[in-house]
């Protein structure tokens, strides 16, 4: 099978999706002749022309203003939001509006809009350019919320998301755009709602999010060098949580770690540890449940302080050797 950069697997996903369907266009800051903040957009203005890949004025809000319109009179737009962070200026867009007018309008009206954004640490972009709000978006009713760990998943949730009739905030983790793997040609979508199993383990459970999935396997690949076999699962969509598949593993091992970049105070790793505590998984752990997400400060600068301040493969690591101590 091909092998695709997570970028490539995004902008292949657009693409097909753009030829597929009249109805999608994309709209963003930059994301025409400069091709995306992170070039994930480009060569597709010069494909499709500037009906249907928009350039726009910098101002989330309006951007997200008039994808919420476009959706609801039969488009399917994509936007771009170049930093998650900024998402803070489209607030009442998405949360009041967006999320919200399918419910209040009785089903009758729909919002099938996707919002990429890169989030997260590791470039050196500081406290107002790194941040992981995803769980913010995850308390939302109305809202689905999308974290691709590979460059199969990015493109095949990212096709299910442009099909889907709610909006989808699909997030992109900037480290992930270099890495690579394998992905089919194809445009077959991957269901939103399905977690995976990215590692077979008897001995813990760990479920990871975005860039944490591959930190993840590496530890488990440590770990098994001293003969503790790891399963790690990959949520790949943290709204509509499939919780089924993580709770059939916590009672499977006995054993969970939950990591997340995200702050760890009410960070997605709290919901999934309560799904796991709620449910008849709770009766089989030997130890409690360790969440480990990023420190309460805001991302640093200084690069061994930005990596200090969310999880490392090292960290994976002592979390499991601690939860199996316990």
């Known amino acids: 099978m091909r092998v695709l ?18 109805r999608v266009f994309l709209l963003g800051e930059d994301i025409g002749v400069y091709g995306g903040a992170f070039g994930v957009t480009e060569g597709l203005l010069t ?33 771009e939001i170049q930093f998650m962070d900024f998402i803070t200026l489209a607030m009442e867009q998405l949360v009041l509006q967006a999320a919200k007018i399918r419910y209040m309008f009785g089903g009758t009206a729909r919002v099938p809009m996707v919002l990429r954004t890169p989030a ?51 997030v992109e983790h900037k480290l992930l755009y270099r890495t690579r793997g394998e992905v089919p040609e194809a445009p077959v979508p991957i269901p939103l709602g399905v977690a995976e199993v990215k590692r077979a383990g008897d001995d813990v459970t760990v479920i990871a999010t975005s860039v944490m999935v591959p930190r993840a396997l590496a530890a488990a690949e440590r770990l098994a060098a001293d003969g503790v076999a790891v399963e790690v699962i990959d949520p790949r969509t943290l ?29 997605i790793g709290a919901e999934i540890a309560a ?36 999880p490392q493969e090292d960290d994976i690591v002592e979390a499991v050797r601690q939860v199996m101590a316990a």
């Open 5 to 22: 950069t997570y970028a490539e697997a995004v902008r292949e996903a657009l693409r097909q999706a753009l030829a597929d369907d009249e």
């Open 47 to 79: 494909e499709f022309g500037p009906e249907r890949v928009r350039d726009t004025p910098i101002s989330e809000a309006a951007i997200t203003g008039c994808a919420i319109g476009a959706a609801v009179t039969g488009m399917r737009p994509v936007l």
């Open 120 to 170: 997260g640490s590791g470039t050196g972009a500081a406290a107002q350019h790194s941040e992981s709000l995803e769980a913010w978006f995850a308390h939302v009713p109305g809202l689905k919320v999308v974290a691709p760990s590979s460059s199969a998943d990015a493109k095949g949730l990212l096709l299910a998301s442009i099909r889907d009739d709610n909006p989808v905030i699909f």
């Open 239 to 267: 709204r509509p949580l499939d919780a089924e598949t993580l709770v059939a593993s916590a009672r499977k091992t006995g054993r969970v770690v939950v990591v997340y970049e995200a702050v760890k105070t009410l960070g």
């Open 275 to 310: 799904r796991i505590a709620e449910s008849e998984a709770f009766y089989h752990l030997r130890a409690p449940i360790v969440r480990l997400g990023g420190q309460e400060v805001p991302i640093p600068y200084n690069r061994r302080l930005e990596a200090a301040a969310v």
